[in-house]
């Protein structure tokens, strides 16, 4: 299992300021995202997430220094990136 | 100086100096013309329109005189056809109706309203069908430096601002709606009449004596309405795009002289997709249009209570946008 790209999502994507927006051609919607959740959202576009590895990951990609606190956080992202359809926990 | 001209594009009705205008038919020709209708070009659209009153081909041949006529088998994006209320009602004699295509009653109003429900109609048609644009709730006017895009909420003061400076050296391609066809980003004028309302008539009549007004129709659900003509050079060249170089956001605030604030893009670009009547039915290419726009304007917003001053600080504006001018010197 692992965090992906939403099959037949085809993302566009434009950053502006410290603002990203992402217009999914699957659901056709426009989102608007922050920079942890841009910055999330690029590290699952560029290769899948192991689902049982996503805390090693996500440390060892972004070395926070207060790691409860954004392995916290980063689980929030993800739901909600889940939740907006733009990625999904994939067999 | 003229504006910047990307490329010509329309109905195929020619150069509007040379096509027959509405003017070109005498009142009587256009009155038995407009009996099984009559067809003339704004901008990118044609529209047809049909009635049997002579009062219909009189207001015609004032608000509208150069507006080039069209082929009668010219494709119409809006057909509307003005009657006598078949209801009855207790001014039922007074009253039309304008009907669609559908044949189906759109609107119903006093005489004297007429030509104000078909600006208001023509509006609701081509904001409902036109999809082939992506279309902006916003007055786009052109300089010889390129597009100024006027975005605003009802009642900002938009038609008022344009109004004034279609008449200080600005072409008026519409005070309604800014048309975007692609990522080209070329705008496509739709030069209407002005409703200009309420207390901005009295305003625009002051500061603009040469304004040419209609008359003023009181009690409409805007309350009292003059309709504008634009300058003849807006008609005369309403085939020709403008590129857009700045985007105002204005607000009339009658306290605050006058305040300019730029806008950061990614607001920038929340403002287009809110504004825009059809981004979400325009899908992908919607948000590769209104992403381009963001890039390729600077924003700002205005606060403004005198429009002298607006309009020289939008004049500013669009020439530092250029590169015209020092911004330092402003």
């Known amino acids: 299992m692992a965090w992906t790209i939403t099959q037949h999502a085809t993302l566009s994507v434009r950053q502006w300021d410290d603002a990203t927006f992402v217009y999914d051609s699957f659901s056709g919607r426009t989102h608007y995202l922050n920079g942890s959740a841009a910055e999330i959202l690029a590290l699952i576009a560029e290769q899948p997430l192991p689902l049982a590895d996503t805390d090693t990951a996500l440390l060892r990609e972004f070395a926070p220094s207060e790691p409860e606190a954004f392995l916290a956080a980063s689980r929030r992202v993800l739901e909600l990136l889940e939740h907006l359809g733009l990625v999904t926990r994939h067999a | 100086m003229r504006d910047v001209v990307q490329r010509t594009l329309g109905p195929d009705l020619g150069d509007s100096r040379a096509a027959s205008s509405l003017k070109s038919r005498g009142i009587d020709a256009l009155h038995a013309m407009l009996r099984s209708g009559v067809r003339y070009g704004i901008g990118p659209f044609v529209v047809a329109l049909k009635g049997q009153q002579r009062v219909l081909a009189e207001r015609l041949h004032a608000c509208y005189p150069d507006y080039p006529l069209a082929p009668a088998n010219e494709f119409a994006d809006a057909s509307l056809a003005v009657a006598r209320n078949p209801g009855l009602s207790r001014h ?6 304008i009907r669609l295509e559908d044949g189906q009653v759109f609107t119903t109003f006093p005489e004297n309203a007429t030509i104000a429900h078909l600006e208001w109609t023509l509006n609701w048609a081509i904001a409902n069908r036109s999809h082939q644009f992506l279309m902006l709730h916003a007055g786009v006017l052109a300089n010889a430096y390129g597009g100024l895009i006027l975005p605003a909420e009802p009642g900002a003061g938009k038609s008022t601002l344009c109004a004034y400076l279609m008449h200080r050296g600005w072409r008026l391609l519409s005070d309604e709606f800014t048309l975007l066809r692609d990522e080209g980003l070329e705008i496509y004028p739709f030069p209407r009449l002005l409703p200009i309302k309420n207390a901005a008539i009295a305003v625009i009549r002051e500061q603009v004596p040469e304004a040419r007004f209609g008359p003023e129709i009181p009690g409409t659900h805007k309350g009292t309405v003059a309709h504008l003509q634009p300058p003849d050079e807006a008609i005369l060249r309403m085939h020709e795009t403008a590129s857009p170089r700045l985007m105002i956001f204005p607000r009339y605030t009658p306290d605050t002289p006058l305040e300019i604030t730029p806008v950061p893009r990614a607001q920038c670009f929340v403002e287009i997709t809110q504004n825009a009547f059809n981004y979400v039915l325009r899908g992908e290419e919607g948000f590769r249009i209104a992403a381009a726009l963001t ?17 020289t600080a939008l004049d500013d504006l669009m020439a530092e946008a250029h590169g015209a001018r020092d911004p330092s010197r402003r």
């Open chain 2, 295 to 311: 890039e390729r304007v600077r924003a700002f917003q205005l606060r403004y209570n005198d429009l002298e001053r607006a309009a």
């Open chain 2, 92 to 97: 039922w004699w007074s009253t039309r109706v």
